[in-house]
């Protein structure tokens, strides 16, 4: 069974960094979609980015598009989101989650197997 593993959230002041990892286990990245998304207090959850397995293509939402940037060390099954020019609009539970899909998608309804959340919180 897939398990996903977020960490690295916390809290920031707006134009500050954060680097989220989520540790994978027991399948090979290069089998898997894996995708970021965020949930705010009172809103819907949303895509964030993610990684295609098979050639670790990469997809960002719009308001994220310049200022996050996904990546994965296969040797550690680890994707990273890397979240520059942080704004409280950024504040979140972000989630990761992951499926053995062709194409790494936006859509939370494509995805089976999700982490446990982490909080990102940015005071302005």
């Known amino acids: 069974q897939l398990q996903l593993v977020e960490s690295g959230g916390g809290t920031v002041h707006s134009g500050g960094s954060l680097r989220l990892a989520c540790k994978v286990t027991?399948?090979?990245?290069?089998?898997?979609?894996v995708a970021w998304f965020r949930q705010a207090p009172g809103k819907e959850r949303e895509g964030v980015s993610c990684?295609?397995?098979?050639?670790?293509?990469?997809t960002y939402a719009d308001s994220v598009k310049g200022r996050f940037t996904i990546s994965r060390d296969n040797a550690k099954n680890t994707v990273y989101l890397q979240m520059d020019s942080l704004e409280p609009a950024d504040t979140a539970v972000y989630y990761c989650?992951?499926?053995?899909?062709?194409?790494?998608?936006?859509?939370?309804?494509?995805?089976?197997?999700w982490g446990q959340g982490t909080q990102v919180t940015v005071s302005s």
């Open positions: 989650a992951g499926d053995s899909i062709t194409i790494a998608t936006l859509s939370e309804n494509d995805y089976n197997s």
């Open positions: 027991p399948y090979s990245l290069g089998h898997l979609a």
């Open positions: 990684i295609r397995g098979s050639d670790g293509r990469t």
